[in-house]
């Protein structure tokens, strides 16, 4: 019985790497039996061991920096299943464990399996009928290697589809710990400059930068602008907060403003000082490679704080919600996808585990259809800014070698105020 870890990511995808031993050590130092190297900084040294207990294996995370998560949830001890996605270290290496059973050795299948002899001429038993087992054998052998060589050509089709294609955990699994959870509050105010109410609203947005750009919707941050208070009323926006995933509600980050998008484009760029943090897997700016049809998903926080009190969860973590593309239009993508108040802002990301959009809105008379803002929007926002806070990422490349995004005509119209495309986050 052994155990086996896929690279899923980084220079080193696609390989294996297989243990016998009973208990295998994982970290960044050299000494581990799965070294995960120098260059994954998101690992500590000896960042957990795993276990051989009777028939299943057991990963225990050894109070590292960065936590351990499996499936997206952060662990610090628990029984491994074949298929688990264990990430060392938020944004860290992401690995498939998996299980291999040793093969029966000949002589044992032999033992167990005994061949028959020939019979005695003395025999009294009756002789088999040979040519009937044979016959039958030829057939269940030409039946095997027609289905084999079928499983072959159907495999080598669906590679060659798309080799890159990822399952829906292992999206969640790469882009998870890079969605935040945003909580804005704002006052209303009369003519006479007096406070009239204070009102709060959440969503959700995504790390593109370890500094700590955020991507998410301008109406989060400005709802008055798109849900008109009463004449002769104003607002002013009061705060704004980030919570981290796997954090608690008191652990916010404040954050600021850092750019705005134009009210016909409804994109805003946060920022928090939050230290080294995940960013998402990548972007997919090119709006020519998103299909009708296309499988998607969308991470956020449906429901703000009334689904966490629901729940009674103590710390934050984001939903998967799965939908396909229903059509690519000029100013947005729509999807058929039940989206709710908390998911604005949210990436919407495809099978390769790229962000293809923002999710904004939702049409009130049909639920299952969502509108997404094509990620290239962020491009005129946030292209020099990201190239110079962090050059050397794989997210920056990605940006940087994207074409720059130039609104059509229809984009620049007044923006929908209608109750076809309410702007709630």
């Not at 990963?59 to 060392?88: A, K």
């Not at 299980?99 to 001429?121: G, N």
Request: aromatic fraction near 6%.
């Amino acid at each position: 019985m052994r155990a086996t870890f896929t690279y899923l990511i980084g220079p080193n995808k696609g390989e294996h790497a297989v243990f016998r031993e009973s208990a295998i050590s994982v970290g960044r130092a050299p000494d581990n039996l799965l070294c995960l190297g120098d260059g994954a900084r998101r690992v500590s040294s000896h960042h957990a061991e795993i276990f051989r207990r009777g028939d299943h294996f057991v990963l225990r995370d050894l109070g590292s920096t960065n936590g351990t998560m499996i499936n997206g949830r952060r662990i610090v001890v628990s029984e491994l299943e074949p298929d688990d996605l264990i990430e060392f270290g938020a944004g860290g290496p992401l690995l498939r464990f998996g299980v291999a059973h040793d093969a029966i050795p000949l002589q044992a299948q032999s033992e167990r399996f005994p061949t028959a002899s020939a019979p005695e001429s003395k025999s009294n038993h009756p002789v088999p009928n040979l040519k009937g087992n044979a016959t039958l054998i030829a057939a269940l052998a030409i039946a095997m290697l027609l289905g084999g060589l079928g499983g072959i050509v159907a495999s080598s089709r669906l590679r060659a589809s798309d080799p890159d294609t990822l399952n829906f955990a292992e999206v969640a699994a790469l882009n998870s710990p890079a969605v935040v959870f945003i909580r804005t509050e704002f006052e209303l105010l009369d003519s006479s400059g007096q406070v009239t109410s204070t009102e709060a609203r959440t969503g959700s947005g995504f790390l593109v930068s370890r500094d700590g750009l955020i991507v998410t919707n301008r109406h989060l941050i400005r709802d008055w602008e798109y849900n008109t208070p009463r004449p002769g009323m104003t607002a002013r926006l009061t705060m704004i907060e980030a919570i981290l995933p796997h954090q608690r509600l008191e652990e916010a980050f404040p954050a600021e403003i850092y750019k705005l998008g134009d009210s016909s484009v409804d994109i805003a760029i946060l920022k928090i000082n939050s230290g080294d943090t995940s960013v998402v897997h990548g972007i997919e700016a090119e709006l020519s490679d998103t299909n009708q049809g296309d499988e998607v998903v969308v991470i956020g926080y449906p429901l703000g704080l009334d689904l966490l009190a629901e729940t009674k969860d103590k710390r934050i973590n984001p939903s998967l919600s799965p939908g396909i593309v229903s059509r690519v239009g000029d100013d947005y993508i729509q999807l058929n996808l039940r989206a709710y108040h908390g998911n604005s802002g949210g990436p919407v990301l495809n099978r390769r585990g790229d962000v293809i959009g923002i999710l904004t809105g939702k049409v009130e008379s049909a639920p299952e259809i969502a509108l997404c803002t094509p990620v290239n929007t962020v491009l005129a926002l946030v292209r020099n800014e990201i190239g110079s806070l962090e050059a050397q990422s794989e997210l920056t490349l990605s940006f940087l070698n994207a074409k720059t995004f130039c609104p059509c005509e229809a984009s620049r119209r007044k923006y929908r105020r209608s109750q076809e495309y309410p702007r709630k986050g």
